[in-house]
C-alpha cells in the first residue's frame, strides 16, 4: 500500500499538485504587487491570459471590473502575469484565504 506522499507524487496526482503550487506563487505575486487588494481578491485561476479572481462581495466584484485596465498594466509588467489580457470575478465571501478582522 502507498503512503499518502507517494500518492501524492503520483502521475495520477501530480497535475492538481502542480496546479495548487502555481496558485500559491501567483497569490504571493498578487498579494505583493495589488496589496490594498488582497485581502478583498485572491487568485483562482489563470489560464490562456484569463485571470479568475476570487471577490469577497460583490462591491470588490464591481471595483475590479472597473479597475479591469490598471490591474492588467500593473500585472502585466510581471513575468507571471505577463500573458494576461482578461479579469473574470467570482464573489465567494466565505473563501478561507480571505483574511477576516
Not at 9 to 20: I, Q, R
Amino acid at each position: 500500500m502507498k503512503t499518502l506522499t507517494e500518492l501524492l507524487a503520483s502521475d495520477v496526482f501530480k497535475p492538481l499538485m502542480d496546479k495548487t503550487a502555481n496558485l500559491q506563487r501567483l497569490n504571493a505575486v498578487w498579494s505583493i504587487i495589488m496589496q490594498e487588494w488582497a485581502e478583498h481578491c485572491v487568485v483562482a485561476d489563470f489560464e490562456k491570459g484569463e485571470l479568475l479572481l476570487q471577490v469577497r462581495n460583490a462591491a470588490w466584484a464591481t471595483r475590479v471590473r472597473y479597475a479591469v485596465p490598471e490591474i492588467i498594466k500593473k500585472l502585466g509588467g510581471h513575468a507571471e502575469f505577463k500573458l494576461l489580457n482578461k479579469i473574470k470575478c467570482k464573489i465567494s465571501p466565505h473563501c478561507p484565504l480571505f483574511k477576516y478582522e
